[in-house]
C-alpha cells in the first residue's frame, strides 16, 4: 500500500428517531440537551460483498448484540445499511446552543452505519483485530466510526483495521469482523443506493473528468477525500511542471475492474524522467487506473 445536520427543542434528554429514506427501517438515538437536538439525514445502500453475497443484519426487530454476516442479496430491509456522514459541531446550526450534544466524527468523512433501530459497531473497547461486528445502540462510540474509500470499510479509530469475511470464508452467515487491511477482495464491497440513483457515500468523494479537475481536486483536499476519475475519462498531461502530489489520506481511483477498462492518465512524451504521481502524506491509494507512462522504453515506462 503506498504512503500517503431539524432542529428540536426539548425539556429534558430523550431519544428521537428519523428516516430519511421512505420505506427504510433507519434510526439514530442522539443525546438531547435541556436546548436542542440535530436530526440525522442519511440515504441506504446495498453493500455487496466481492465473495458476491450482501451485508445482512437479520429482519426486525433488530437485537441489540446480534452478528453482522452476510447472505445472499435479497433487497430486504434488513440489508439496507444506512450510511451517516458526522459532521464536525461548528458545521451545524445547533452550534450557536449551549449544551447541544451532536456525535462527533473522528476523523474527517467519518460516517456511522445504521442497521435498522440499531448501529454496526464492535463491543470492544479499543477495536480489536478478529472483533466480531454486531448491533449496538446507536452512539458513535470509536467502535462505530468508519471510513469509506469507495470498496474498502476502515475503523476511524485505527485504519489499520477493515470490514472482512471472517477467515476469509464467503458462505452465507459467515460474520463480519474486523482485521488488517491487506487489500484483499475478502475486505471489498461495493455500494449500490436502495433507490437505484448514483448517490456518493459521503461529502468526501470528488468527481473528476479531466485533468484541471484532478489539479483542482488534489490542491483542494481534506483527509479522507476520494476522487473519483470517471470512468471513461481520459486524462492526458501534456504539460506537467512536476508530479502531482497526493496529500495525507487521500484515495484516487477509476472503475477498473473485471471487463471494465476503467480512465486513463497518460503523462505525454516530453516528460522524461518525471514522475506522475508522488506522495506528500501517509495512507495514499491510487486504484482503479490505467497509467500511460510517455514512452516505451523500459525508464520511461518506470517514471510513471
Known sequence: MLNSIHLKVSGKSSCIFLCAIPGAVCALPLLLSAAAQVLPSFSTFYVKSYAGRCLDFGPPPQ??????????????????????????????????????????????????????????????????DGGILELEACSASSGQQFLLDGDSIMLAANRRLAVQL?????????????????????????????????????TGFISVLNENDLRNALQNTIPNTVIVVDGGASLDFKDLDGPLLIPDRVTIRGGRRGTNLGPQITLSPGHIGLALFKT????VRITGLRLHGPGRARSHRDSC
Open 63 to 128: 437485537v441489540i448484540g446480534s452478528a453482522v454476516f452476510i447472505y445472499d442479496c435479497n433487497g430486504t430491509i434488513a440489508q439496507q445499511v444506512g450510511i451517516q456522514e458526522l459532521f464536525p459541531l461548528e458545521t451545524h446550526a445547533a452550534a450557536r446552543i449551549v449544551g447541544t450534544s451532536v456525535p462527533q466524527p473522528l476523523e474527517p468523512h467519518a460516517v456511522i452505519l445504521h442497521a435498522g433501530t440499531k448501529c454496526i459497531g464492535s463491543s470492544a473497547n479499543p477495536p480489536i
Open 166 to 202: 471472517q477467515n476469509a470464508h464467503g458462505a452465507k452467515r459467515t460474520p463480519l469482523v474486523l482485521g488488517p487491511r491487506n487489500l484483499s477482495d475478502t475486505e471489498f464491497w461495493d455500494f449500490t443506493a436502495t433507490d437505484g440513483t448514483a448517490k456518493k457515500l459521503t
Open 280 to 283: 506528500a502524506g501517509n495512507n
